[in-house]
DNA sequence: CATTTTGTTGACCCATGGGTCGAACAGCAA
DNA sequence: TTGCTGTTCGACCCATGGGTCAACAAAATG
């Protein structure tokens, strides 16, 4: 659950001004994402994480607004590591929904496994105010859509083949999402190993040709 | 998440001196899990639980030590529903590994969409007192273990065919221990046929003649 | 009815922790 | 040096909520 944390100090590298805010915003973020993660949200007080970082609490004041904004800010950051990865993912059609349902499963199970995902899933919605919470929980909504939409693309190409795509997508969010909970980054298993197996697992499921072995 | 609640009044039936207090007792334990659950644990005030019962903060603490013993009871209760269940698990060589882990599978998703169950894979063990919270954290090993010996004694008869039982188990409990948070009992979808899905899913990834359609 | 035991409560205590404020301090330009 | 702006912090405020207590109500007991 907790990556190898690089431990870097608070005003390292001296650039633009701004670039520097920012900087300290991100820095701020990914180590409230893992302690919220760690020990939860609300069992998490800004003192800790000011403390991880040696700063005093107002300091995190001057970056944030409060404390659910920043637990937004990590949601947010969550979502779009699979709405808008780096490289968008393969439309619909240009491949089969086999295919477009593994480089799915492999963007997902990076994502939740990265320190904003982590968060994103490990914590709940409830902290919220009710306008971020709206918008976290219409991310969510999305992501689950993607998968549905992936799967029966699938069934009508003939790739995949399960009777009940809305309750197979949750299944296997519900194995997904579960992962933070007992992988552990330090282990013998990489990411990519462990997607391996999640796709293997989850293929064996529903592809439309599992007699293959 | 949450059951159709019987909205009972606090002090109704009138028996035995020590059968009403564990009933009481009881009445507040299904309320507190309930609310733990859909609230969360910190969100949740004793007094949201005594107003729930229209009792008042201090009776609470009449029937119990003190928060974390509340929470404490109800993971407690949830993890017996399992381990300890009405009807014990057949033991291991009676059957089939196959048929093992599909009563192994109904019973743990019946027990995770029970009001205790629910609390127990909702709420974390982060709040208890070190002491409860090692008993509660071994008895989830111990359901855990479980899984996985089913899971080998299913390789080693021949009805399954997982390459690693241990990861495995954590796709499927993951599976499973999402299902709270998703499935809701006022819909159409019964448990038993929810979890008749789910061992389907299941079965189709490891069964060992997983051909059959 | 008196008295003890069992249940219940309003009112209170107080530690915790989110959030604020004004002072201080850095860097930089004129 | 003087000011200006961006950044940091010690000290404080105060609502929340877990937990307590003494008094009161309601059965049981005799």
Same mark, same amino acid.
């Given at each position: ?10 005003? #390292?590298?001296? #650039? ?9 915003? #991100? ?83 990076? @994502? ?6 982590? &968060? ?24 689950? #859509? @993607? ?14 083949? &399960? ?6 997508? @949750? ?39 599992? &007699?293959?072995?």
């Amino acid at each position: 659950m907790t990556k190898p944390t690089p431990k870097r100090a608070w005003g #390292q590298a001296i #650039q633009n001004r701004d670039e520097q805010f920012e900087m300290k915003r #991100q820095v701020v973020l990914r180590t409230a994402a893992r302690t919220y993660s760690d020990r939860g949200f609300h069992e998490t007080t800004l003192a800790d994480i000011a403390d991880e970082l040696n700063i005093s609490k107002p300091t995190l004041y001057y970056y944030f607004k409060n404390k659910d904004e920043i637990l937004f800010e990590c949601h947010r950051l969550g979502i779009e590591a699979i709405t808008d990865g780096d490289t968008p993912m393969p439309p619909a059609g240009t491949c089969t929904g086999r295919e477009r349902l593994e480089e799915f499963l492999r963007r997902y199970v990076r @994502m939740v496994l990265d320190d904003f995902g982590t &968060c994103l899933v490990m914590t709940g919605t409830n902290a919220l105010e009710p306008k971020n919470r709206g918008r976290v929980i219409e991310g969510r909504r999305k992501i689950d #859509q @993607m998968l549905r939409d992936i799967l029966q693309e699938g069934v009508r190409d003939g790739t995949l083949d &399960c009777p009940d795509p809305k309750m197979t997508a @949750m299944f296997v969010f519900g194995a997904m999402n579960w992962l933070p909970r007992w992988y552990h980054h330090d282990g013998g298993l990489s990411v990519d190993a462990l997607s391996a197996r999640l796709i293997a697992f989850v293929m064996r499921a529903i592809a439309a040709d599992r &007699c293959d072995r």
